[in-house]
């Protein structure tokens, strides 16, 4: 019966799938019947809103979701490994749960691509066959790993209890699941990269070399950065969902349960999004080394003062996580102890966040400008990315801090040399700390490319080897440590919960808006270099529009979301009450 119900299962995603992929090649014929030809350039207009701005929301839509369906199962394998190999239930419970959620989002995430499917080769014909030219058979490979996904995923999720006996093997396929989802990724990433850095084609646009035009400069930077911000991404949503379960748990266990799941989805959250900074400046660098121009219009030039945008968005991103980790002191038996060192990390916080929010240049008078010169005194050097990537690196290195007070606030360490591992632990905290701010002095005395080539990345390397050591550190000398006290799962206050919502609501704007900076860095080319956008499109939207359209976007996408919520929690509730009766 079981194995019927699997089948069953993998059949309906298979069937879902294939009528959806029908459906658009269905409609797609109808709509190029029904609407004029398109124009000697290329193009059709959509009437109203226009091509453009439909475009960028459906892709948009479907890219949140992708970042989903990518980003959970990578930590519902890992949860169900860690629970399997530690029977631990609670984790293999947590892992279902995740299971569940990117299962139903797959739907949604393969109509959405569907609409756009259909959206592009019916407005941007003549974009699509150039595309199909020269990368035609990465989309039918693309297709092709779908289905497998689809498939994997399915036998993954109707599996579960069937195998609850050989963990093992569903554990593995699980991993193909994750193998097959990061193969899409590498897919899709190279379809962006050759629009922005092109490869492996004449100036005329044709194809010389393949796979050169698959392996551009962005290709695999911005895989890894997708990747990584997928992860972060996606266990934000997990933490989103068990803070609504939380706020709409019926009984103590139910929170305590959804509490613990939205620590540990929040944890994960914030530990991967502390090296997405340091991939995303290797993309960065890899735009640079393509198109120097492209490098200074994205940093410096029409998106510099976007630049200030995602600052005021990190930091409240930062600060609601270091207020998530803080109130959650208060359920860690002897976590009041650490209640004096919260004021001196906000302090260091805050002034991050002045930095990254200060900008290079303000709008002055004629008066003014032949007043200070070219920059404000104090705007010209606290305005620069010296300053900046100096500033975030603290900030995330004071966050970093949080965390570690927190796993530790239970604890009171029995080892024999628990004085000597303190005063490591702030000689790692103040040298490295020293050693960021010096490299940050230092790289005004430099040129720019020794800045952006050499001191910007050991400054990274040196927050990472600091937050690695005094990771290492801590686990050696808290082990076997005496227990103050289990914490008390579920004694926390709703707000707690809501500052979970809004750390992933924020990351999603930010998202779209960093997705239209990184678009429009090709300005009005197609792909950059090679073909024009000729449309009566082709322009850059103001910051102001943008973030009107991504605000839709999120709006729309956190709509469906809360439909999956709620649809879960209908679920689970009428399958109780069967049960019950």
Known sequence: MAEKSIKQGVIKGIIKLTVILGASFVLLFMFRKMLPAPTEDGYRLLPVIGSRVWVWIVAQLHLNFAAFVLGVPIFAVTMEFLGWRRSDERLDRIAYDFTKLFTLAYTLTALLGAVLMVSLPLLYPKFIDHMMKILGPTWWVYILVMYGEVFVCYYYFYSWKRMKDRKGIHVLIGVLLNVMGILMLLITSSWVGYMTTPGGVSETGELVNRWQAIKTYMWIPLSLHRLVANVVFGAGIAAAYAAFRFITARSDDERAYYDWMGYTSAMIAI???????????????????????????????????????????????????NYYLWISLNKMPGGQRYFKYVKFLFVVIFLGYAVWLTP?????????????????????????????????????????????????????????????????????????????????VYSYMVPSVTRVKVLSPIQFGVFFLCIVALYLLDSRMYKGARIIGEPKWGKMPERSQYALIAITVTFTWLMGMMGYMRAGGRQYWHVYGIMKDTSPEAYLPSHGTASVIVTIVTVLFFLLVAFIFWSIMKLERFSEQRRAG
Not at 293 to 317: D, E, K, T
Not at 360 to 381: D, F, M, N, T
Not at 404 to 424: C, D
Request: net charge positive; no cysteine; hydrophobic share 55%.
């Open 271 to 321: 530990g991967f999004s502390l090296i997405l900074p340091g991939i995303g400046y290797l993309l960065g660098v890899e735009i640079y080394a393509f198109n120097e121009q492209m490098g200074i219009q994205l940093m410096g030039g029409f998106f510099a003062w976007l630049w200030v945008m995602q600052a005021i968005l990190i930091g409240a991103i930062l600060f609601a996580v």
């Open 360 to 440: 290079h240049s303000v709008a002055l008078s004629l008066e003014e400008a032949r007043r200070i010169g070219s920059y404000h005194p104090a705007l010209g050097k606290l305005g620069v990315m010296a300053s900046k990537n100096t500033a975030v690196i603290i900030s995330y290195l004071a966050t970093f801090i949080s965390f570690a007070i927190f796993r530790m606030s239970n604890k009171e360490p029995v080892v024999s040399w628990v004085k000597t591992g303190q005063l490591i632990r702030i000689l790692l905290i103040v040298g490295s700390s020293v050693a960021v701010l010096g490299l940050g």
